[in-house]
């Protein structure tokens, strides 16, 4: 019987030193690839800046949008790292966070409608003000990305839990990808979402962070007519 607990011990480790490794992989992959096309831009202005000016524009546009791209990585992946050990716990108002991250949202994308329709209700729970923001934020901007109409947000109460719902009319996830989405760096098409920004990090911040304070997120979607994702928060508020 003791065996059986420590092979079922080196297994978990075993399983756990292999998760950590493949994130360190795909993690250098996915910071080597926007180096790689800011130095092959870099040679290209090099080389014929001078005789074709015309390529400068194209390439400083790539440059510059690749440097985005690595940016939003590199504080992602900051994230990821610095959340197991960060312990600052305070009373939080997710009500409070969800409109000012909505109202930050709106105004840097003034073209959008981001609604917020929120029922009265017990929202307060005891966690990581910093972390907690990067919730509704992610949620929002990637119902923003993935659709090109309004963005709902609500906030309800039902048999003595409180949830957060985010809703979209956009393209929507296929069933088989549902689960999948909130793997670290999991993309649904990777070459599309190349060109929205992603970095797959989004989805596994949110769920590690939404867990660790105890709650719960799951989707709903429907192909071609968009997405809900709903942030069930913990019970002990
Ligand atoms: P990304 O940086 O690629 O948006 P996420 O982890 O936030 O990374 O999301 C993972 C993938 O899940 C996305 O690449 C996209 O394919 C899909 N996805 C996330 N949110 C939505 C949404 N609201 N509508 C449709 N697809 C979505």
Redesign the pocket.
């Known amino acids: 019987e003791m065996e059986i607990t420590f092979n079922e011990m080196i297994d978990s480790l075993k399983e756990n030193f292999e998760k950590q490794e493949a994130f360190v992989s795909n993690a250098s992959h996915e910071l080597k690839t926007p180096i790689q096309i800011i130095k092959s831009y870099a040679q290209l202005i090099e080389r014929q800046g001078k005789s074709r000016p015309e390529l400068l524009d194209e390439s400083v546009g790539a440059i510059d949008s690749e440097a985005d791209r690595m940016q939003k990585l590199v504080e992602q992946l900051l994230l990821l790292a610095k959340h197991k050990n960060e312990n600052k716990k305070q009373e939080v108002n997710i009500r409070e966070i969800v409109e000012q991250v909505i109202q930050t949202i709106q105004n840097a994308y003034p073209e959008r409608r981001i609604q917020l329709d929120a029922e009265k209700g017990n929202y307060k729970i005891h966690g990581n003000l910093d972390q907690l923001k990067q919730i509704p934020y992610?949620l929002i901007e990637?119902?923003l990305?993935?659709?090109e109409t309004d963005v709902l947000v609500s906030m309800y109460s039902d048999a003595g839990k409180s949830f957060i719902q985010f809703k979209?009319f956009?393209?929507?996830?296929a069933s088989e990808e549902q689960e999948k989405?909130f793997d670290r760096f999991?993309?649904?098409?990777r070459a599309r979402?190349r060109e929205?920004g992603?970095?797959?990090?989004?989805?596994?911040i949110a769920k590690e962070i939404i867990e660790t304070h105890s709650g719960k997120i799951t989707v709903e979607?429907d192909v071609g007519k968009g997405?809900t994702?709903t942030w069930e928060l913990g019970e002990k508020h």
């Open positions: 992610i990637n119902a990305k993935y659709s979209d956009g393209e929507g996830i989405i999991y993309r649904v098409d979402n929205t992603g970095t797959g990090l989004g989805l596994a979607s997405s994702f």
